[in-house]
């Protein structure tokens, strides 16, 4: 038998390149998520049409309550913030947090002039965004914002979710005492509000807070309360995420065979629907009853399916859950794989928990009584004395740079203060030179002896604007101005004017004076109406805010004495005396 025959190699390698041409013409390439495709259309496009496809697929997911409609005359930027805003929401839907937090940042910069109810959806989602990455001083500084805006508001159901979300995002961090003071708050409001939803929404994380705080008894009562009003709305949803909750409460108090009732029916559930942080959760409190009643086996399998999950969807706080509920089971009978639990869950702690102390830890420690955290505590606490030194010393210097940038930021303030005054006049000076020009001037010696030129001072040197800075501001000064004769300024056309976006005109002002486009301006409607008021004594008051761009005498006599600190009556008759 020949074995190298020519045209026996010739013939395997054509049936080689058939199955190879075979298989790659069978693979379709993935294609994309439809919104996906529009999203990335409406960011290479953005205009009426690339924003109407978008709505249009999202009212045909049926993911809005209301349709979002656009005409000809709809701002661009108000379209871009509407769809980055609504992708921010379907991306933390489908649980993909990091596109959702990167769209709600993009909404978030163009809505500056937006409502308020709008910026504090805004800011609320993107909390929760970052909550679920475990980023919680991030979530934290927006959920905060959040509050402060629905407070304003006083509607006690936008407070009390906002109260709600900065309670799990402390309970999630790992600050279930601070948290109480939340959630009790939010159980007032959201009473004063009678929303049964919202109702049904913080009992269920009133119940997670005090389980972790350990006491059950009250957590159950919260959680039973929180079934009993979910089930008036009828979404069964939301009674199995309750039910979740009551399993881990369940759990805790060691009422495993009740617990483990309730998740055989929540378990397939959120299989079914796909919603994969919930199954998460719900695989781990499967895995504590099971290790609670000795069916070690069966409580790892459902620890390291949860671990899968949350690696996949990138939640570290459910899985250094599960990971250390491993490590306990594994350490006696496979001390190798429950080291290597160990390992993970404690790289996990450190970037969820930054603020961890030796006493957490030593109470750890008892707990399980290891050696490997013995080691690991003392290793802990000599860092944390490491850091505790370092982290005075670099205090103190924070603190004398902060002194130091204080001191020179008022005096840049103080120095762009005077110029703009300075500027203000110079243009008044000008244009009321320009209205005299035709009168017939005074004799030249006269006038000489009546205004006599005085030498300038030696002007400092100029440590804040440069000659363009200042050409800049000029500019910016004889448009705002020209413009507000009789009618509202608004960013938008004041940057048209300048020949720049309102973002970049926005963040130049920012670094020239240290105030936004919107604050500038309206100093300089105020500066123009202090010189008015005191050069055009026959002009009524209501003239000259009208003059000034303000919409009604109210806004105007409101807005001059909350900066000015005197209505523009008073600052007439006493800087006029």
């Known amino acids: 038998m020949i074995t190298n025959h020519p045209f026996k190699k010739m013939l395997t390698l054509l049936a080689l390149t058939f199955c190879v041409v075979f298989v790659m013409a069978s693979v379709q390439p993935l294609k994309p998520e439809p919104i996906d495709t529009l999203l990335l259309n409406f960011d290479q496009k953005p205009g009426l049409k690339t924003a109407r496809d978008f709505f249009a697929y999202m009212d045909q997911e049926q993911f809005m309550d209301e349709p979002v409609v656009f005409t000809s005359s709809t701002p661009l930027d108000t379209m871009k913030a509407l769809v980055w805003y609504w992708a921010g929401e379907w991306y933390y839907a ?12 993009r909404a978030l910069e163009l809505m500056e002039y937006a409502d308020e109810k709008s910026i504090s959806d805004n800011l609320a989602m993107l909390g929760l965004a970052y909550m679920r990455q475990s980023k919680y001083d991030e979530a934290l500084h927006y959920m905060r914002r959040c509050y402060q805006l629905d407070s304003k508001s006083g509607d006690p159901d936008r407070i009390s979710s906002s109260l709600n979300t900065i309670a799990g995002t402390l309970l999630a961090a790992g600050n279930p005492e601070e948290a109480e003071g939340y959630i009790l708050k939010a159980i007032t409001y959201a009473k004063q509000a009678d929303n049964p939803s919202r109702m049904a929404v913080i009992y269920g994380m009133a119940s997670e807070i005090e389980n972790r705080l350990e006491h059950s008894e009250k957590a159950l009562l919260y959680a039973d309360s929180a079934c009993l009003v979910e089930a008036t709305t009828g979404n069964r949803y939301k009674m199995a995420v309750r039910q979740t909750q009551k399993a881990s409460i369940l759990v805790g108090m060691a009422r495993y065979a009740e617990a483990e009732r309730i998740l055989a029916d929540v378990v397939p559930f959120f299989r079914e629907t796909g919603d994969q942080l919930s199954l998460a959760i719900a695989l781990n409190k499967c895995g504590m009853a099971a290790n609670g009643i000795g069916r070690t086996d069966e409580a790892v399998n459902y620890f390291s399916e949860a671990i899968d999950i949350c690696v996949r969807i990138g939640n570290p706080y459910n899985e250094a859950y599960a990971q250390r509920a491993i490590y306990e089971i594994l350490y006696k009978s496979n001390p190798d794989a429950a080291k290597i639990h160990l390992e ?3 790289q996990l702690k450190d970037s969820l928990y930054s603020h961890a102390t030796a006493e957490q830890l030593a109470r750890f420690n008892a707990e399980f009584g290891r050696d490997e955290l013995e080691k690991e505590k003392e290793w802990l606490t000599r860092r944390n004395h490491r850091l505790v030194a370092i982290g005075a010393a670099a205090g103190i210097v924070v603190l004398i740079g902060i002194l130091i940038s204080l001191i020179w930021f008022r005096r840049r303030q103080t120095k762009i203060n005077e110029q703009l005054t300075s500027m203000m006049a110079e243009l008044n000076e000008a244009r009321l030179s320009a209205e005299q020009k035709s009168e017939t001037p005074e004799n030249p010696a006269e006038q000489t002896s009546e205004t006599p030129e005085t030498p300038e001072e030696p002007e400092e040197p100029e ?3 440069t000659p363009e800075d200042k050409q800049f ?6 448009a705002v101005t020209q413009m507000m004769n009789h009618q509202a300024v608004t960013v938008t056309q004041v ?6 976006s309102p973002k970049t005109l926005n963040r130049r002002l920012q670094y020239l004076t240290g105030e936004g486009a919107k604050r500038y301006i309206m100093r300089i409607q105020l500066e123009q109406a202090k010189i008015m008021l005191l050069r055009n004594l026959d002009i009524p008051i209501v003239e000259i805010g009208n003059r000034c761009g303000f919409e ?3 806004s105007f006599t409101r807005t001059f004495t909350q900066n000015v600190g005197i209505s523009p009556s008073d600052y007439r008759s006493s800087r006029g005396q």
């Open 94 to 105: 489908e649980q993909d947090y990091v596109r959702a937090e990167k769209n709600l940042l």
């Open 344 to 346: 993970r869950y404690h």
């Open 463 to 465: 440590e804040y604007l």
């Open 473 to 478: 501001l000029r500019k910016l000064i004889l």
């Open 495 to 500: 940057a048209d004017k300048m020949c720049m």
């Open 552 to 554: 009604d005498h109210s």
